[in-house]
Structure formats: structure tokens, C-alpha cells
Antibody, heavy 125, light 110 residues
Framework: QVQLQESGPGLVKPSETLSLTCTVS??????????WGWIRQPPGKGLEWIGNIYYTGSTYNNPSLKSRVTMSVDPSKNQFSLKLSAVTAADTSMYYC?????????????????WGQGTLVSVSS | QSALTQPPSASGSPGQSVTISCTGSSSDFGTYNYVSWYQQYPGKAPKLMIYEITKRPSGVPDRFSGSKSGNTASLTVSGLQAEDEADYYCTSYAGTNNYVFGTGTKVTVL
């Protein structure tokens, strides 16, 4: 059973960089069938896709956040990370990491099948 | 990019059916069959309920079904049960390595 766990500071100051790490257990982050993604949810609001990363380091992001988002992956630690720069109060959210099934059984797939429990990040001075 | 449009709320009595719509533009849904639905309880992570418009992951009751017509996808919960009371979100591949979520629908079991 794949499990994902987010970790990182729960409080970030405005204009600084938010940094989170997701640790994957029960499966290899280097499995070629999967990307690994970040999704966020402001308190009381809906979900927003942030971006996905492949074990090779290939990434693609939400165009609305693209210039502020940096993602990286460390296959040796079975971890992937998110950095969001120049944060404001609008970035206060629950941040989820998730496994994105990209390919299997000879076909492309596009869905998140396993999610972490989420970590709340508040932006405040 | 704009979120896919869902009704804010939907409700039904136990045993009844409720259908949630998810509307986007042709560029959101286009010719792709990559619509999925997630269930979320308060304070919990989302759970995959439907993928590729109609497919159910192992363990999801067959009371949950999905469909799509044109630029609108739908999730139907038949035989509504108290445990189905939750928020539901659709999501779709929007082309060019881009994904968009719906605005979310709160389902209430009366």
C-alpha cells in the first residue's frame, strides 16, 4: 500500500519561500508509470492543482503559478519537493502531495490515486 | 485557467439518487476522456471515486457512476447513504500537460 507524507514548516512569512517535502513509502518513486503531484486547498475552498514531477525531474505546472513554483525529486530518498516563492496570504492552504497515475496497461492515464494526509501552511508575519 | 463549474450543493434522501454536474469548455474536456471524481470528508484528503469518466477503482461501491456528454461530465450516486455526505470534486486533463479541478459540490443526505 503506497503512503505519502508531507512535511515542512507550518508558518511562512510573506515574500518568503514555502518549502515542502513528500516522502513516499510502499512503492518506488522511480516507477515509470507515475508522476508525483502537489495540490492545494485554501481553508473552506476548493482544490487547485499545482504541478507534477517525474522521477527523472521532468515537471509541468499550473500556468497560474508557474513562475513561482519549483519542484524537485530525490529518488535515492524516495522523496519529492515543492518550493513556492514570494508567498502571500493567498497561498495559505492545506498542501497535499499525491501519486499521479500516468501510464499503465499500454495506455495513458491521468488521475491521482493516492494522497497524503496534507499539511497546513499559513502565510503570516 | 478557470475551474470547472460544479453546483455548490446537492442533496437527496437515503435511497434516492443525486447527480452532480461538472461543466467546462471544449479546451478543458476536448477529446480527452480523462475526467475523474474525488470524494472529500471534512479534514480529510480527497479519495478517488471515478477515473476516465466511468471507471471505478477497486473498493468503490457501484452506487457511484460517471458519464460525460459534450462539455459536461456527471457523477451519480445511487441509493444514497449517510456515508455519502461529503464534498465532491471533478477534475479533467485540459491539454498541454495542464489539469483543472472543479469548484466542488457539497452533497447532503437529508
Amino acid at each position: 500500500q503506497v503512503q505519502l507524507q508531507e512535511s515542512g514548516p507550518g508558518l511562512v512569512k510573506p515574500s518568503e519561500t514555502l518549502s515542502l517535502t513528500c516522502t513516499v513509502s510502499g512503492g518506488s518513486i522511480s516507477n515509470s508509470n507515475f508522476y508525483w503531484g502537489w495540490i492545494r486547498q485554501p481553508p473552506g475552498k476548493g482544490l487547485e492543482w499545482i504541478g507534477n514531477i517525474y522521477y527523472t525531474g521532468s515537471t509541468y505546472n499550473n500556468p497560474s503559478l508557474k513562475s513561482r513554483v519549483t519542484m524537485s525529486v530525490d529518488p535515492s530518498k524516495n522523496q519529492f519537493s515543492l518550493k513556492l516563492s514570494a508567498v502571500t496570504a493567498a497561498d495559505t492552504s492545506m498542501y497535499y502531495c499525491a501519486r499521479f497515475r500516468y501510464y499503465d496497461n499500454g495506455g495513458y492515464r491521468h488521475y491521482f490515486d493516492y494522497w497524503g494526509q496534507g499539511t497546513l501552511v499559513s502565510v503570516s508575519s | 485557467q478557470s475551474a470547472l463549474t460544479q453546483p455548490p450543493s446537492a442533496s437527496g434522501s437515503p435511497g434516492q439518487s443525486v447527480t452532480i454536474s461538472c461543466t467546462g469548455s471544449s479546451s478543458d474536456f476536448g477529446t480527452y476522456n480523462y475526467v475523474s471524481w474525488y470524494q472529500q470528508y471534512p479534514g480529510k484528503a480527497p479519495k478517488l471515486m471515478i477515473y476516465e469518466i466511468t471507471k471505478r477503482p477497486s473498493g468503490v461501491p457501484d452506487r457511484f457512476s460517471g458519464s460525460k456528454s459534450g462539455n459536461t461530465a456527471s457523477l451519480t450516486v445511487s441509493g444514497l447513504q449517510a456515508e455519502d455526505e461529503a464534498d465532491y470534486y471533478c477534475t479533467s486533463y485540459a491539454g498541454t500537460n495542464n489539469y483543472v479541478f472543479g469548484t466542488g459540490t457539497k452533497v447532503t443526505v437529508l
